[in-house]
Every structure is written in C-alpha cells, then in structure tokens.
C-alpha cells in the first residue's frame, strides 16, 4: 500500500504544513495563498522536496475544478442587494477594463519582452483580469469591512471578468496557430464572444432557478445541511460542465449559478456556507500547491527584470487607467477609485490561462508563463498584503460597531430623519440655502452624489458635512451631520 500512503502522507503533510504557516502568516500581512503557492515551490524541483511536477494537463484540469467551486462559493454569498449595487460599473470593468488591461499590458510587452504584437496580446489577455479566489479570500480576511459599492464593484468583477479572460486568451491562441487566416479567425473570434456569453448567462441563470426550486422542495424533509452542501457543490459543478460542452463561459455560468441559488433559497442555503467554506479553502490549497509546484525558479532567472516591468506597467499602469476610464460615468470618490485600482489581484487565474498555450504548443509559451507566474507573486506580496491598510489610508473602511470613536469620525456628531427638510437645516446652522428649500434631507443627498447611496457617503454643505449612516431598501433611513474647520 505504498503506492498510496506515501503520495498521501507527502501531500496531507504538505497542506497541514502550509495552513498552519498560513496562520502564522496572516499576523504579519501575508495571504494564505501566498504561503500555499510557496509551499508548493518549496516541495518541488528547486525547492527542498526535489520533486519535478510538469503535468500540464493534470494542473489545467485541477485549476478549473477549483476556479468552478471557488466561484460558486462566491456567487453564494453575493446578495441581491449587493448585486444590484455593483452590477453595473462591474460588469463594465469585466469586460472593457479587462479588454484595457490587456491592451496595455500587451505594449510593455512588445517594449520589455520584445513580443510581437500578437503574442504580446495573448500575454495581456493571460493577466488581464483580477482572481476571484484571491479577491473572495483576501477581502474576507482582511479585517476591515468596505462600503457596499467598493466591495460589491470588486467581488461582482473578479466573478465576472473571468469569461472575457478566457475568451480573449483562446482568441489570441487561434490566431497565432500555424495556418490560421485572419478573415476565418476574426469570425470565428465574433461567433465564439455569442456563445460564451450567451450559453453562459443563460444556463448558469436557468440552472440557478432549478436549483432553487429543488431545494425549496427537498429542504421540507430533515435533511442535513452538510448533504445539501455536497448536493450544490455537485449540481455547480454539473452546469460548470454542461456549459463548457455547449461553448458558453463556465465561469460565468457557475458564478451566476450560485448567486441565484443562494437568493432565491436563502433559507435553505445558508447553513450549508461553512461546509461550501471548507470546499473552497480545500480548493484554493490544493490549486495553489499544485500551480506551486509546476513553477521550477531557476528556469524564470532570464525572464525576471522584462517580467517586473511588466508587472509593474499592469500594477501601476494599466489597471488604474482601466478602472478610472470604466468607473467616470458611475461617479465614484476618487478614493474609492484609487482603492479599486489597487485591489486589482492577480491570483490562480493567470497561471492557469497560461497554460492553454503550453497546451496549444504556441511560440514561447513558457516565457509567457514565467511572466504570468511573477504577475501573480508580486501581487500578492504587493497588493495582496496592503488590502487593510489602504482601505484604512483610502477611507473606504467602514468602522467598527464596537469602537464610538471610530464611528464619530465616519458618521459625525449629529443624526437626522432624511425626510426632515434641507432648508430648516441650513436655516439652523447658517448653511447655504438650496434652490429647492422645501426638499426632504435624504432627497437633496441622493441628488448631490448622482449615484445610489451606501453607508459611509459624504456630501459637503458649506462649513457643514452630511454622512449617510443607514440605507434600507435603496433609500437613505439615518444621516449625520458634523460641523467642518
């Protein structure tokens, strides 16, 4: 029974090593899937344990495994609410901020690397959008709480930019194969954006009605929370699949799979978290030690300085312009912008897009995961372990319930009813009166922002600043007021 104790003593060994290195990691800023992508490099062929991994295949098939629950689990615990909240400017950061991304990307790639264009396109396409698993994980246990637009734009987009990822990876991938012509390839690339998008949007949304008609049903019966789990892991997975054999984005389908289970069987689904918790913890280690273990350092020493400037370009460079250019008709704070431009992580996607050209056989495909693979490390030591504290210099982080101190300072001093009229207000503190006098508080904000409220907007009134504490329903219910110097 050698055969199967010691591959499973080495890689139990490895995990139980790895989380709790993970935990001690977590005091000083560091992610766990930086310890697990570390782990797995120490254990392979440059590292301590000496073990040479290179099955591409078995790493490409056990990253979307993972990517599909990791997503799932996402989609499960994205609220209606919250949804609507960020749909919009993410939807368009998923789809024209990846397509940006990419395209700068792709010029420091051509400047660098020295690529051509249509490589260096692929290589953007590779790195172009931010990792759900990293950005789930890492905004979950960063300690702070967000303001529900920063927090919703950044979740719904890393479930959403996957499929735009994908699709432009493989459209580039078609492009460079040998024999390919331009006019074939091109309507090719517009039939494949239909199916991706279409098949995926309308399975994973038909799949998640079912789903949730079937669980209302069954959870009449005393069934264990822990089956029920394991009964959505299975059926996520199922529409994962039957997507992807139709031709629509998997992802997408997943994501919005899990989002309408879990809302439209809100009851049923939420004790079935902490089990779809452990499935996604259990998935991003077994990806990350996996992708660990594919990266051999020493063959990346040539390809190190081109791949930082890259990095760098994408971190400092593309991303920001990208969010900027999206998030302007949305009427975000300049802080806000800045904060999502820089929580624009790069996790377990990239290294697993770029395998389909080490698959595919395309020219200098290992450069382009070498490239990738630093993308990955230097945002997750980088933006990875500064989420808390720019939240906190940004002031995107809502504060804690328990500390009044805190909760002056973000929802000021005073508290007023949102229907209580602005001009009574500006009367009493000698503010500049409105042109609309008559005008509910609530109302007169709402206008002033040009966007939905969330707790923890401001708006300034003169000497005066407004603050929304409470909002139910879309509608502002508490706002505080405080005096400025």
């Not at 399975?203 to 008609?213: D, E, P, Q, S, Y």
């Not at 709402?446 to 005066?464: E, F, I, K, N, T």
């Amino acid at each position: 029974m050698d055969f199967v104790n010691l591959p499973l003593l080495a890689a139990s060994a490895l995990v139980f090593i790895s989380v709790l290195a993970g935990l001690f990691s977590v005091r000083i800023g560091f992610s766990f899937l930086l310890v697990f992508l570390g782990a797995g490099i120490l254990a392979g062929e440059d590292g301590l344990g000496g073990y040479r991994f290179d099955d591409y295949r078995l790493s490409f098939w056990v990253g979307n495994l993972a990517l599909a629950v990791i997503l799932l689990d996402g989609g499960m615990r994205t609220n209606y609410a919250r949804f609507r909240t960020g749909l919009r400017p993410a939807s368009v950061l998923a789809t024209v901020g990846v397509l940006i991304c990419a395209a700068i990307t792709a010029l420091a790639g051509v400047l660098f690397v020295g690529l051509d264009w249509r490589t260096a396109l692929l290589l953007g396409s590779i790195v172009g959008s931010t990792d759900a698993a990293a950005v789930f994980a890492l905004l979950t246990r960063s300690g702070v709480v967000l303001n529900e637009r920063v927090a919703a734009t950044l979740e719904i987009e890393s479930g959403m930019n996957d499929p735009m990822a994908v699709y432009l990876t493989l459209t580039f991938i078609a492009l460079l194969a040998p024999g390919a012509s331009s006019g074939s390839a091109w309507s090719a690339v517009a039939l494949s954006f239909l199916q991706q998008f279409g098949w995926g949007g309308l399975i994973g949304v038909g799949g998640g009605f079912a789903m949730a008609a079937l669980l209302r049903r069954v959870a009449t019966r005393q069934v264990e929370s822990g089956i029920l789990a394991l009964l959505i892991g299975a059926s996520g997975l199922s529409v994962f699949a039957a997507t992807g054999m139709a031709g629509g984005s998997s992802f997408l389908a997943v994501y919005l799979f899990g989002l309408i289970v879990a809302n439209r069987a809100a009851k049923v689904v939420g004790p079935t978290l902490a089990a779809m918790d452990g499935y996604a913890w259990l998935a991003q280690a077994g990806m990350f030690l996996l992708l660990g273990l594919l990266v051999t350092p020493s063959r990346m020493l040539d390809s190190v300085v081109p791949a930082l400037a890259v990095v760098l370009t994408l971190i400092f460079v593309a991303r920001p312009v990208a969010v900027w250019l999206c998030l302007r008709p949305f009427h975000y704070t300049a802080r806000e912008t800045w904060y999502i431009s820089w929580v624009g992580l790069r996790g377990a996607v990239p290294i697993v897009l770029a395998l389909f050209p080490l698959l595919a056989g395309t020219p200098q495909a290992g450069l382009l995961f070498n490239i990738a693979f630093m993308v990955v490390l230097t945002s997750l030591l980088t933006q990875g372990s500064t989420i808390a504290l720019m939240a906190r210099k940004l002031g995107v982080a809502m504060p804690d319930p328990a500390d009044e101190r805190q909760l002056r300072a973000v929802f000021l001093d005073f508290q007023f009813d949102p229907k209580t009229p602005v001009g009574s207000i500006c009367e009493f503190y000698g503010l500049p009166m409105p042109a609309d006098a008559s005008m509910p508080l609530g109302d007169w904000m709402v206008a002033q922002l040009r966007r939905a409220p969330v707790a923890g907007d401001s708006v300034r009134m003169g000497a005066a600043a407004l603050v929304v504490r409470e909002v139910a329903g879309g509608k502002i219910s508490s706002l505080g007021l405080g005096l400025k110097d």
